[in-house]
Every structure is written in C-alpha cells, then in structure tokens.
C-alpha cells in the first residue's frame, strides 16, 4: 500500500478560497495522472479535476474557471486550490494518485482518506 495524506479542508464562506493537498508518502517508482473528486451527501461521488502526467488538466464545468489543480512531482502530491466557492461546492473531497510503486509491475489508483470542504452562503 502507498498512503496518502490530504490536508487542507474546512469551512469557509461563500466567495472565499481554500487549497486542498495530498501527498504520497514513502518511495514510489512511478507517479502518472492525479485528480480530485468530491461527494455531496446523498449524491454520488464525482469528478472534480484531473491532471495528467504532462500536466494537462481537465475539469468539471461546474468548476471551471473558480478551481485550479497542479502536481509538484518532488513531493508527489497534488493540489487543489479553489476559490470563489460556493455552497454548493460543498462536499468530501477526495484524491486519487495513480502510482506504480517500487515492488509492482504496474500501477494502481490509490485514494485518499477524503477531507471535508463546507462553504456556508
């Protein structure tokens, strides 16, 4: 297993910023594409950002334009940073690292443990 840690979440009104991260912890052979999703309550869990290897992202509509991910390779994390948010951005938000690691032959989607983002109007 390769842990991850995100950091970041809380609760902040409407209009305001937060930047949520998530790191990998020990050694890893391979890093490849990264995103963020985010679950509402009583909804399913959805795609919020994603990043690829080369740095190309995609988005969600709903957050284009007001959210920004980026990968920093050295400390194999990726991060989150939102602004403009709104209530309805409201949610667990969760990683999800891509990663090969030293001992496997290939890779595997690894998930973090989910931090909680609440944006009050």
């Known amino acids: 297993q390769v842990p991850l840690v995100e950091s970041g979440g809380g609760l902040v009104q409407a209009g305001g910023s937060l930047r949520l991260s998530c790191a990998a912890s020990?050694?890893?052979?391979?890093?490849?594409?990264m995103g963020w999703y985010r679950q509402a309550p009583g909804k399913q869990r959805e795609l919020v950002a994603t990043i690829t290897r080369d740095g190309g992202t995609n988005y969600a509509d709903s957050v284009k334009g007001r959210f920004t991910i980026s990968r920093d390779n050295p400390k194999k994390a990726v991060n989150l940073q939102m602004d403009s948010l709104k209530p309805e951005d409201t949610a667990v938000y969760y990683c999800?690292?891509?990663?090969?690691?030293?001992?496997?032959?290939?890779?595997?989607?690894?998930w973090g443990q989910g931090t909680q983002v609440t944006v009050s109007s």
């Open positions: 020990g050694v890893i052979f391979r890093l490849n594409d």
């Open positions: 999800r690292l891509n990663i090969r690691p030293t001992w496997a032959q290939s890779s595997t989607d690894y």
